[in-house]
Structures are given as structure tokens and as C-alpha cells.
């Protein structure tokens, strides 16, 4: 198959039929060649996230993971595993602020390989026991996902050498999973975010979970792709040149991460949890820098501070990053973190 995507959708495709687009998914984004095979993150990359924005946002998520690493009361230093670490921004930001038993979890062997050469980390293929903390950022939009459109199920099929569309009636698991459930138009079925739960709830003996993703409590979003911090229409015609995504319904993973016996806490706005997290204090600490710096003569340097504290802003701005939402699970007996109680008490506009 080589390491191009839509050679590799083709041959599944004449070997097995019309596959799904979680199949399609899978191949296009995390197979030989695949979009992930080479994380595309990063001001030149096609997207970035929320550690290349700033380095802070690195620093109050690790406070997040120490409280909840001191919840658990375990001995030594804390064991945190990252899924989905990408180019490994996110990694060393969090290791810069504490020191842990840190994995790195990616499905992309090409990630893996970068990823392998940060110092003190492990790196794994997928999520296994044992793991105390577990973080996942912007990872569940990038799972896989069944589609539904108008109450029929949408494959992937050839005409000829062309990547089509067909849509076909419902099958007895899928008509079971959405009794109930309006399929008029587009329906993502996230099918690969309820297995990562499925894999979370075997791997967590006595731990958290953290899962940050764009998306909302009530409903996912529409299926779209993305290339070069542009939207894509066309989910089809170019596998592995655009990312896949669509918003996570985060009422649906945890109503599933409940019944996998986790506790799921209320979701809050990363707005608020960065609030909660102390992200006033450091911007106020962040000023006081830079009139320092105007004040000793350092102009340069006082014009990056005020750029890099600008950029920060998106981290906490409700139309921006600050829109994405924070999901934490837990085995049960444990406390809710002193930083969710307080993000929960915010009021975001």
C-alpha cells in the first residue's frame, strides 16, 4: 500500500466493499502517510492549539494535574500519560513545571518517532495500565466517526478511481444506538471517542482523567475538514491532506463514561478553568514585567512581552480557545480538584 492514504482507502476498498467513514477516518489520518503521520500543528502547520498559542497554558494545566495527582496521595513523583501528544508541545511544557513519570500515547508511528526524542518520556502505541492521570487535549475531535445523514449511514465507496459517497440504510447497531435520536441531516456517531472511554475505564484502577476538546453538552458538531488553518468542504476527495473533525458532544461521552462505572464532573469552559487556575495573577505578574522592562530601558523585550501577552488572551477569550471544554472523569471515592469547584462557580458570558 506505500504510504499514500488513498491508496491504501482504494485497496481496503476492492478488498472489503464500501467502508465506514470511521474506516475512512482512521486511514486518512492516522495510516502510512496520513495527515497525523507528520503532526501538523503549529504556526506552520495547518492548525494550532492551545500550547503553541502560549507556554502558559502548559504551566496551569500541570497545576490542574498536581492537584489532581495529590488527590490520589500516591507515593513518588506523579504518573501522568498524555494521549494524543502530537509534536510533543504539550509534553514539555508540563514536564518544564513538575516533575513526573510522563507517557506519551500516539497511534501515528511518525509522531512517535518525534515524540521519542524528547528526554524523559515514554512513548507508546496505545493507552495501558497503569495510569494515575491522564490528560487528552484536542485529541476526541480526531476520532473516528460513523455518519449518519438524513437517517441513512454514509460509506465510502469507488466509482471507478474516485472516492465516493454512498449512503445505506441503517444497520441493527447502529438503529439501536440512535433509537430515539433525530438523524435529520448530518449525525456524527462517535464511535471512536466511546472506545477511547471503553479503553480509559479498563486502564484507570485509582485515577482522573482530563479531556479538553472543542465541542459542546448537548449535541456534536458538523463534519468538516481542515488544511492550512482554512475550513475544508470536501471530506473525501483528498485523504490525508486535510484534518477530519467535528465538535464533541460531550453529554453523550459522559453519559457513556458513567455507565463504563467513571464518574464524570460537571464540563466547564476553559475559560473558567484557566480563571480558576490563577490565570489573572499571572497576567497581572506579566504587566508588571513589562513596565520593568519600558522602565529599565528594554523596550524590545517590552514589546514581546505585550505581543506574548497578547497572544495568551486567546487562551481565556469565550469566541476563541477560551470556548473549548474541560471534561474531567474519575474512578469513584475521588474528590472533585478545588479548580473545578471554582471554575463551576464562574459565570462565563
Do not use: C
Request: hydrophobic content about 45%.
Amino acid at each position: 500500500m506505500g504510504t499514500d492514504p488513498a491508496a491504501a482507502i482504494r485497496a481496503r476498498i476492492r478488498a472489503d466493499g464500501p467502508i465506514t467513514f470511521a474506516t475512512f477516518m482512521e486511514l486518512a489520518l492516522y495510516g502510512p502517510g496520513g495527515f497525523y503521520d507528520d503532526p501538523p500543528v503549529g504556526a506552520g502547520g495547518d492548525f494550532v492549539t492551545s500550547p503553541h498559542v502560549h507556554p502558559a497554558f502548559g504551566m496551569f494545566l500541570a497545576r490542574a494535574l498536581t492537584e489532581l495527582d495529590g488527590a490520589l496521595g500516591a507515593p513518588g513523583p506523579p504518573r501522568i500519560t498524555e494521549v494524543g501528544a502530537g509534536d510533543g508541545t504539550l509534553a514539555r511544557q508540563i514536564l518544564a513545571e513538575l516533575e513526573a513519570a510522563y507517557s506519551a500515547v500516539e497511534v501515528s508511528a511518525g509522531a512517535r518517532a518525534k515524540l521519542r526524542q524528547i528526554d524523559g518520556i515514554e512513548v507508546a502505541e496505545h493507552l495501558a495500565a497503569p495510569v494515575d492521570v491522564v490528560v487528552a487535549h484536542e485529541l476526541l475531535d480526531n476520532l473516528p466517526f460513523r455518519l449518519v445523514r438524513d437517517g441513512r449511514e454514509v460509506l465510502i465507496d469507488l466509482d471507478d478511481d474516485t472516492l465516493v459517497e454512498l449512503r445505506v440504510a441503517l444497520d441493527d447497531e447502529l438503529a439501536e444506538a440512535l433509537a430515539g435520536i433525530d438523524t435529520t441531516g448530518d449525525l456524527v456517531v462517535p464511535v471512536g471517542i466511546l472506545g477511547f472511554i471503553d479503553e480509559l475505564a479498563g486502564a484507570l484502577t485509582r485515577g482522573y482523567a482530563l479531556l479538553i476538546d472543542y465541542g459542546d453538552e448537548s449535541s456534536a458538531g458538523e463534519p468538516h475538514g481542515y488544511r492550512e488553518h482554512r475550513v475544508v468542504e470536501d471530506l473525501v476527495a483528498a485523504p490525508g491532506a486535510a484534518d477530519i473533525t467535528a465538535g464533541v458532544d460531550f453529554g453523550w461521552v459522559a453519559r457513556h463514561a458513567e455507565h463504563r462505572g467513571l464518574h464524570a464532573f460537571p464540563v466547564v469552559r476553559q475559560t473558567d478553568a484557566l480563571l480558576a487556575l490563577g490565570y489573572e495573577p499571572w497576567l497581572r505578574d506579566e504587566l508588571a514585567r513589562q513596565q520593568e522592562q519600558l522602565a529599565g530601558g528594554q523596550g524590545l523585550e517590552a514589546v514581546r512581552t505585550w505581543s506574548r501577552r497578547s497572544r495568551a488572551s486567546l487562551l481565556v477569550d469565550p469566541d476563541a480557545l477560551g470556548r473549548m471544554r474541560w471534561l474531567l472523569l474519575a474512578t469513584p471515592g475521588l474528590p472533585e480538584p478545588d479548580w473545578l469547584r471554582r471554575a463551576r462557580g464562574r459565570k462565563t458570558d
